[in-house]
């Protein structure tokens, strides 16, 4: 019987079997920020631990830090600078790799540890942050731990783990025009709901998901976590190979050559064996918006929110009301047309380059909705920069968007910035739970393709509702 790509993962990294199903998992790279990695530095230190391996772990400022121009140590978040600053001792006192505020490499972590070629296919890594799963996208095994797993994962390089069940998801045929990798996730939680994979890895594959850059893998990795999962992977092919070729921390040379080869064995063999499957046809998947708190609050754009009668479960069905009441929605109203405050472009989900290139296609030669606050955020500054090369940050600020520094930002209220009071916001983020983007906000998460849209338009839509631009320039 074959072995699935995880297994081998699994195998490859174990040390040891301590009874009760649980293994001892060697770690080959941690990643800090300095929200939880503070904390874990400072646990460490106060532990009397050392880090035994400094050249494994790596640290960035992207949860607190501002994403205004000359930004510095000190924040809009109160005692942020605490944070900043306990990270940077602590990484230079454990001799550890800082990407500092101003370091060219800066991001927040899910974006630059692939840019840098830190996360590779066949390894293990972790970081004190849910969405490490967004890495799996190399065929890598990552996923998010607490705090104080990451101070022992730094003092032994290993951790304890029980294996999850595996879960395969194939999107089979090819996604529609202006369908992308967040409605992919969006739809597969809507069906499925948020647990849907509870504690599970999840290997996603099919046509649909061979076809997607890896900017789109990475999205699609991105909400394995909000679908309850482990953590989410993809095998890596010749994409994922072009991609890692010459990054700063990807082997080269013979070692490259020889990594290459063993890569070519990351894949589930034909008759591996998952504990579930579910299969979703690419070519039925339409935009997605969220009308609740929860992922799986979601519908096609142009559906109707859903009867309250429809829920089976009772659970589910309180939830959507307290939701629809938080949202100020009702059943049978429809999203698409619902007047919003505030578009926000950024975050690990969504700010990579061929994502601000999408919406900048859609922004092109448009204004946003005159009172309508828009911002993008790049999600690192290697992006930012890239971006800017190609002039997309002028098309961003012509159509009246706010252009960034690299950060989360937006994407939660803990860096100190915030949309305003119950402000309707649509968001190419993966979290919309009750205040994640300031008091009381609304949050309809979407694809970068519909926040920039529906930025135009002032309400939510999507390209086909926007009037054609007349003259082309
Ligand atoms: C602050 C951090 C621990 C948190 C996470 O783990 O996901 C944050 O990144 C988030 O998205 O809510
Ligand atoms: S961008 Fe948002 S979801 Fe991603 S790590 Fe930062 S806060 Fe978490």
Known sequence: MGTTLFDKIWTAHKVADLGDGDCLIHIDRIFLHERTGAVALKGLEQAGRTVRDPKRVFCTMDHIVDTFAGRSDDTRMPGGGDFIRATREAARANGLTLFDINDPRQGIVHVISPEQGIVLPGLTLVCPDSHTCTQGAFGAMAWGIGSTEAEHAMATGTLRLSKPRTLRVRFTGALPAGVS?????????????AAGAKGMAVEFDGTAVRALDM????????????????????????????????????????????????????????????????????????????????????????????????FADETRRKAAEKALNYMGLAPGQSVQGLKVDAAFIGSCTNSRLSDLERAAGILKGRRVAPGLRAICVPGSTATKRAAEDRGIDRIFREAGFEWRESGCSMCFFAGGESFGFRDRVISSTNRNFENRQGPETRTHIASPETVAASAILGHIGGVADLPRIRETV
């Open 181 to 193: 990798a967040k409605d992919m996730a969006l739809s597969l939680i809507g069906r499925h709901s």
């Open 215 to 310: 900017a789109g893998r990475m999205t699609l990795c991105n909400m394995a976590v909000e679908f309850g999962a482990f953590t989410g992977l993809i095998a890596p092919d010749e994409k994922t190979l072009a991609f890692l070729k010459g990054r700063p921390y990807a082997p080269t040379g013979a070692l490259w050559d020889r990594a290459v080869r063993d890569w070519q064995a990351l894949r589930s063999d034909a008759d591996a064996p998952f504990d579930a499957e579910i299969e979703i046809d690419a070519a039925t998947l339409a935009p997605m918006v969220t009308w609740g708190t929860s992922p799986e609050q979601v519908a096609p754009m142009n559906t109707p929110i859903p009867d309250l009668h429809g």
